[in-house]
Structure formats: structure tokens, C-alpha cells
């Protein structure tokens, strides 16, 4: 962490949308950088699609310069085919990150839930209410995939300050 405060990439993968958030945190509190989502041509083969995902990350890294990155682990699906397209998705905004050498957390949607609103059951809107909360945004104009991914950022930051206070 430098005077700057830490920098931290929250990262909600999917093939054709993938949400991002980047957020600074500074003596306890958090930040908006900059949100947004990055929407791949769902007319093209799947390793287009994938490398997109990888290279506009490439280019969010090189202009942020995050210290960490945390990421929603696949959640179990009904669809097989699905939960294997979001592992892919998933393995291209890894890959970014590595790349790069940044080390990343992995967070289970429901831990995400539970760490921003105190259950791990909250309906998105109580999620994303929250994230604009932790954030001081009055009238948040991002979309959900960009609202889950500051929230996997925000619960990023909430974790690592309690491994710190409890030494783990």
C-alpha cells in the first residue's frame, strides 16, 4: 500500500458481460475509481470473445495499477455447459491478473452478500444499495454486473482488514 491508498480490481466474470470495479481504499475508507462492464461480440468463437475479456483487463491494469484483484468464484449451475463458460471467463480475467503478478481473493457470491448486508441470501438491490453506501454515491448509474463487481472489491478490502486485525 503506498500514500495513494491500496487499489483493489473487483471482478464479476461472464462471457458476454464481465463487471468491473476499482476502488481505493485510504485510512478505512473506500473509493470509486471507475466502474464499468465489458461486453464481448456474442456473434464471435469463444476464444475471441475470452481475449477481449483478457485485453481490455490488460488495459484497466496498466491505467490502475491495482495492488490486489478479487474475483466471484463459479457458483454451481444446473447448466453444465454454462458454470464451463463463466470457468472460461473466469480463467481469462485470472490470467490478466497473473500476468501482471497481482495477487487475487476468491469470494463466494453468498460470502459477498453476507459481508456487504449481513445476509447471505440479499436480494442484488440490497447489495448494490450497500455498494453505493460504502462508496458515499448518491445516485448510482452503474449496471449490476458493475455493481457486483465493486461489491466483490469492497468485500476484498472488509477481509483483508480482519485477517489484519486477528493476524491470520
Known amino acids: 500500500m503506498s500514500e495513494k491508498g491500496l487499489i483493489v480490481l473487483g471482478l464479476d466474470p461472464g462471457t458476454r458481460v464481465t463487471g468491473y470495479g476499482i476502488v481505493r ?3 478505512g475508507q473506500a473509493e470509486l475509481i471507475e466502474t464499468g462492464t465489458i461486453r464481448t461480440p456474442v456473434k464471435k468463437d469463444m476464444s475471441t470473445r475470452l481475449g477481449v475479456i483478457f485485453d481490455r483487463l490488460q488495459d484497466l491494469i496498466q491505467q490502475h495499477a491495482p495492488a490486489e484483484a478479487a474475483i466471484e468464484n463459479v457458483f454451481v449451475s444446473k447448466n ?3 458454470a464451463l463458460k463463466l470457468g472460461q471467463a473466469r480463467g ?3 490470467a490478466a491478473c497473473a500476468t501482471n503478478g497481482i495477487p487475487m481473493g476468491e469470494y463466494e457470491p453468498t460470502k459477498v452478500k453476507k459481508n456487504l448486508v449481513g445476509v447471505g441470501n440479499a436480494p ?3 447489495v448494490a444499495f450497500m455498494v453505493a453506501h460504502c462508496l458515499g454515491v448518491k445516485k448510482p448509474d452503474w449496471p449490476e454486473d458493475a ?4 461489491a466483490i472489491a469492497i468485500c476484498h478490502l472488509n477481509e483483508r482488514r480482519m485477517r489484519k486485525l486477528t493476524g491470520m
Open 25 to 27: 481504499e485510504i485510512s
Open 147 to 150: 455493481s457486483d463487481a465493486l
Open 80 to 82: 453444465p455447459s454454462s
Open 92 to 94: 481469462a480475467c485470472m
Open 124 to 126: 442484488k438491490s440490497q
